[in-house]
């Protein structure tokens, strides 16, 4: 597949604060809670603040969540909760460790990021192999997403334009680096909706600076 770090827009430039405004309300109006933090600091507080002591939480892969801090409390394990990532990571034999990753779904909280977020209101997640989309979509009660406001854009098809064109090439960097094999969109949930009949707790905390990808 070729990939290149060109965009035809540059979706590394965050939303204006009009922008972000009427995002958050377009988001709100869909079921889902918003808030607006202005640092990575922040947002790790607010995000702290979100999980009680003693939760069981899961996190899918995220950069977002690297860089406010969040994944390093998680290793350091200064932190009061339960995280399933432990075990998953503990355990050697790769039939039991997939097992327990499948079963994460069904975690009390789940945590991760999206890669566009469109100013009417939907949201646009893509992932290589779609073990986060259940729990984002349903399994989890609780699910705390963090995004930049980069990733806010005017339209769907400029969202998906920008995991293709942007967030795309960027995981496929990483992933190079650490193993040598390429990333992939295998998968594209868009949320159109949280309805309140499934009575979860759905979380968005939106960054008026760029962290994550």
């Known amino acids: 597949m070729n990939m290149t770090l060109e965009a035809t827009v540059n979706y590394a430039v965050p939303a204006s604060h009009e922008q972000?405004?009427?995002t958050a309300d377009a988001v709100r109006a869909r079921g889902i809670h918003v808030e607006i933090v202005d640092t990575a600091a922040?947002?790790?507080?607010?995000?702290t603040a979100l999980i009680p002591a003693g939760?069981?939480?899961?996190?899918?892969?995220?950069?977002?969540?690297?860089?406010?801090?969040?994944?390093?409390?998680?290793?350091?394990?200064?932190?009061p909760w339960i995280n399933l990532k432990d075990e998953i990571l503990a355990e050697t034999d790769p039939a039991k460790q997939m097992e327990l990753r499948r079963n994460s779904i069904?975690?009390?909280?789940?945590?991760?990021?999206?890669?566009?977020?469109?100013?009417?209101?939907?949201i646009v997640?893509?992932?290589?192999?779609?073990?986060?989309i259940p729990a984002y979509t349903y399994s989890s009660l609780n699910v705390i997403w963090v995004a930049g406001?980069?990733?806010?854009?005017?339209?769907?098809?400029?969202?998906?334009?920008?995991?293709?064109?942007y967030a795309l090439p960027h995981?496929?960097?990483?992933?190079?680096?650490?193993?040598?094999?390429?990333?992939?969109?295998?998968?594209?949930?868009?949320?159109?909706?949280?309805?309140?009949?499934?009575?979860?707790?759905?979380?968005?905390?939106?960054v008026n600076e760029p962290v994550g990808v």
């Open 55 to 79: 939760a069981t939480l899961m996190t899918g892969m995220s950069r977002t969540l690297q860089d406010i801090g969040f994944e390093a409390r998680l290793i350091d394990k200064a932190h």
């Open 171 to 206: 995981e496929n960097e990483r992933l190079q680096a650490l193993s040598g094999m390429n990333s992939m969109v295998a998968k594209i949930l868009i949320i159109e909706q949280e309805p309140a009949m499934l009575r979860r707790n759905v979380n968005l905390i939106l």
């Open 149 to 165: 406001v980069q990733k806010i854009v005017p339209t769907l098809d400029d969202a998906l334009r920008r995991i293709r064109e």
């Open 106 to 122: 069904l975690s009390p909280y789940f945590l991760g990021s999206v890669q566009a977020i469109v100013q009417t209101g939907e």
């Open 42 to 47: 922040e947002a790790l507080e607010k995000v």
């Open 20 to 22: 972000v405004l009427q």
């Open 125 to 132: 997640v893509a992932s290589g192999s779609g073990s986060q």
